[in-house]
């Protein structure tokens, strides 16, 4: 497969390369196609049928995959079956499993335009995403002192504090606490540019931001602690605590900054922690 975006796996802003093809495995069988992104965290692994899909497709795709993740945990590993027809019975046994496993389903079928033959694929199924945090605010509001009582008072103080940053920049927005975080609130309305789960020893703040090299690297120079890039809501997650919000304050700054599409300039400082 010279050409893996033919298979219409991502939206287009996304580069897919193909790792191996006819990979074998543990046991028993070859892998057709093994994909991986360009970031080099999420892979998919795809098995091609012609003609009509059947039993044996589908637990190959599953038994493939599940041998993938199990061998390289520390990717995102997801399941493709290709096949040039998924009838209706077929379709209804995937969405099943698609309930609980990262499962795609693409039609792909040869068609010719005159003397030229193409071909075009169809994802009849994508993956079965959970609804965002933010959707399910109304049911899962708490208060300050369900979170001074998971967490520390200390470090809603620090919550506090990275939050006048943001309002420094925009006085409208406020604290919304919710079961699973503490978001931002304009107007009653959830405005989640950035979160916040205070733990017991840090906060983890989130800032909605494209990923990039440069911005890895500025952080990762800093004293900030990276945990990680979430790719499926497009936030990267820092862990703070009272010192290194101190010494790392322009940097804070300069992230919310951007994560409000802003320029990455300082802003008047907040009071002292």
Known sequence: MDDPSILGLTDG????????????????????????????????????????????HIIRTLEYWDWERRRFPQYEHIAVIVAEKVSGRFLNVINLFNQSVPLIAVEMKAIQVGEIITLVSTKILDLNLPAKEEEDDTAQE??????????????????????????????????KYNKFYIGQQRNG??????????????????????????????????????????????????NIDAKTARNEKDLLVSLIRRTMGLTPNPISEPEAL
């Open 189 to 238: 309305l959830a405005d989640n540019l950035l979160t916040f789960r205070p733990r017991k020893k840090y906060v983890m703040v989130e800032f909605r931001l494209p990923w990039s090299e440069e911005l890895d690297a500025e952080i990762e120079a800093s004293e900030l602690e990276l945990r990680d890039y979430d790719k499926k809501w497009g936030r990267y997650r820092v």
């Open 142 to 175: 708490t208060d300050r002192a369900y979170w001074e009582q998971k967490s520390t008072k200390e470090l809603l103080q620090l919550t506090d504090w990275t939050m006048g940053l943001v309002q420094s920049l925009d006085p409208a927005l406020s604290l």
């Open 13 to 56: 802003n996304e580069t897919l390369e193909v790792k191996d093809a006819e990979r074998r495995q543990p046991h028993a069988g070859r892998l057709d196609v093994l994909l991986q992104d360009e970031d080099r965290t999420t892979r998919y692994e795809v098995e091609i049928q012609l003609g009509e899909t059947d039993e044996s």
